[in-house]
């Protein structure tokens, strides 16, 4: 993860149905955006194979990827479950990390972390928590997309107008258009996508051809917002 440098981009949402709906987007769009910005084939001074080499890493890292769950109706209580069922990485107490031994953050709320002496957590011990979930789009107070290479100047500010546009101007149209998709091409383009690029398959369409109709309804969403 070290030798990665990836683009984060926050997004607000403005109610828990507007949440939804742009969670479930994002999610979809992940090997979109993999693919469109990846910037990173080399490793160690040699090409790695891959186009987004960042990319490959993150899909192959413990608590990170794309759950198939993100691709459908995400809401605020399904992502708590999910995110209070699993492991703890770590507890940090004054400024020191202490091992979890596989307890979840539910066994914490229920006091049954030992090395705290049973003590149950706080909102910030939650956030902590949050923070170690490494999945291609997350929650917190906004949403979190983490799919792009960091690219350029010109591209680097390319991927939070990209999205932007969809998410804040051209949502619904650009929610019809996902909500055909197959989940299941949707998951395996996300696998290809590191390596394909933009001639990665989803509904028999490249990324390249559905790259172009995003783009133009984002850029539309962006006249739109002036």
Not at 205 to 222: A, C, D, P, Q, V
Request: charged content about 25%; aromatic content about 12%.
């Amino acid at each position: 993860m070290y030798q990665t440098c990836g683009t984060q981009i926050n997004l607000d949402y403005t109610s828990e149905k507007d949440f939804i709906k742009k969670f479930k987007l994002s999610s979809f769009l992940v090997p979109l955006t993999i693919a469109i910005f990846a910037n990173s084939p080399i490793k160690e001074n040699k090409l790695s194979g891959y186009l987004s080499y960042r990319s490959k890493v993150w899909q192959n890292t413990s608590r990170g990827g794309l759950p198939k769950v993100f691709l459908e109706d995400m809401n605020f209580e399904k992502y708590t479950d999910m995110a209070i069922n699993m492991p703890l990485l770590f507890v940090l107490k004054n400024s020191e990390y202490l091992k979890t031994e596989g307890k979840t953050f539910k066994d914490f709320m229920k006091g049954r972390l030992e090395i705290l002496s049973n003590k149950k957590p706080n909102i910030k011990d939650f956030e902590n928590h949050l923070a170690t979930i490494f999945t291609e789009i997350r929650l917190k107070q906004y949403i979190e997309i983490r799919s792009l290479d960091t690219c350029e100047w010109d591209c680097h500010c390319g991927g939070p107008a990209f999205y932007v546009g969809l998410l804040y101007a051209s949502l619904d149209e650009a929610y019809d258009i996902i909500s055909k998709w197959n989940i299941s091409e949707v998951l395996n383009a996300y696998i290809e996508a590191p390596k394909k690029g933009l001639n990665t398959l989803i509904e028999n369409k490249t990324i390249l051809e559905w790259g172009k109709i995003f783009l133009s309804l984002s850029r539309k969403g962006l006249e739109k917002r002036s």
